[in-house]
């Protein structure tokens, strides 16, 4: 693999992270884990629905879709570019509110939501046990809890966790261990009992999540996230050392020209 051959494999995928994430992340790994959180909540026609940390809306739009129109949804992340992509991204269903706020201090009224949802985020609230008191405060008596976070690390995200770790800075791998630390059971039902919640119940359910080759998944990936503002201060020749590494890393996980990569989804429910 040539130096110019990485640094073009690198370049176009220019373009915000959030557009990169709507456009690569979602439908190859937040789709997969917004079904499997849907699934799990429940959702009834006209519903009361709020999506923390929703990021591009993959979750909101999904709820409106299956409360109608007589429910209502509201999504909140931090991002206000993440937002703006969310905005731009037609609905069906319910109408939806987007508001820009942290999960810790929710501009939303008490007792406000039948279901609060949240995929993906919790595991990047620095205050997880303010965001799930928030999100306990918004909800109705009998209301209810789902949320979705993904761990262990599966081997192919440790092995670029190491290439990053490697080839970037040391801030890149930290990132890619905070995507996959919120998953021991004991720990997430702690934060949320702690929270006030009742019936806590946690579970992991396998996800083989399918991208179109390491090469692909890496930039993707890289392009989709923070990861993107640290990979660009490197130079060319670290790149393809990158790449070098991620790919030759990820080729016994390659099959039939796809790269499968399996995952755990933990979820976890409860109710006020
Ligand atoms: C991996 S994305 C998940 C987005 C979306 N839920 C999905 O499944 O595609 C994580 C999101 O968490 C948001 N986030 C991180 N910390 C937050 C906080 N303290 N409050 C609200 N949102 C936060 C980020 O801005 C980002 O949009």
């Not at 693999?1 to 439908?27: C, H, I, L």
Request: charge should be negative; hydrophobic fraction near 45%.
């Amino acid at each position: 693999m040539s130096t110019s051959t990485t640094a073009v494999s690198f370049k176009q995928y220019g373009g915000t992270a959030a557009d990169n994430y709507e456009r690569y992340f979602v439908p190859t790994i937040g789709l997969p884990f917004a079904t499997a959180l849907l699934n799990a909540a429940g959702l009834q026609p006209g519903e009361r629905i709020l999506d923390i940390a929703c990021g591009t809306g993959v979750v909101t739009r999904l709820a409106a879709e299956r409360v109608g129109p007589s429910g209502t949804v509201a999504g909140v992340d931090i991002n206000p570019a993440m937002l703006a992509v969310a905005r731009s991204v037609p609905s069906s269903g319910a109408a939806i509110e987007w508001h820009e706020a942290t999960a810790e201090s929710l501009p939303l009224a008490d007792g406000s939501f039948d279901v609060v949802l949240s995929s993906l985020g919790l595991q990047f609230v620095p205050d997880k046990a303010s965001a799930l008191r928030e999100m306990r405060r918004v909800l109705a008596p009998d209301g209810h809890l789902a949320v979705a976070t993904v761990g262990p690390t599966p081997p192919p995200f440790a092995i670029l966790e190491q290439a990053l770790a490697r080839y970037v800075k040391p801030e890149a791998a930290a990132f890619m261990r905070v995507v996959f630390s919120l998953h021991e059971p004991e720990e997430l039902e702690g934060l949320v009992s702690g929270a006030g919640f009742r019936d806590v119940e946690v579970r992991s359910t396998a996800l083989t999540l399918t991208f179109p080759g390491p090469e692909e998944f890496l930039w993707q990936y890289v392009h989709s996230t923070p990861l993107a503002a640290a990979v660009a201060q490197i130079d060319d020749a670290g790149r393809a050392a990158l790449q070098g590494d991620v790919v030759i890393g990820l080729r016994s996980f390659v099959k039939d020209g796809t790269l499968d990569i399996d995952a755990n989804v933990v979820l976890t429910t409860a109710s006020t």
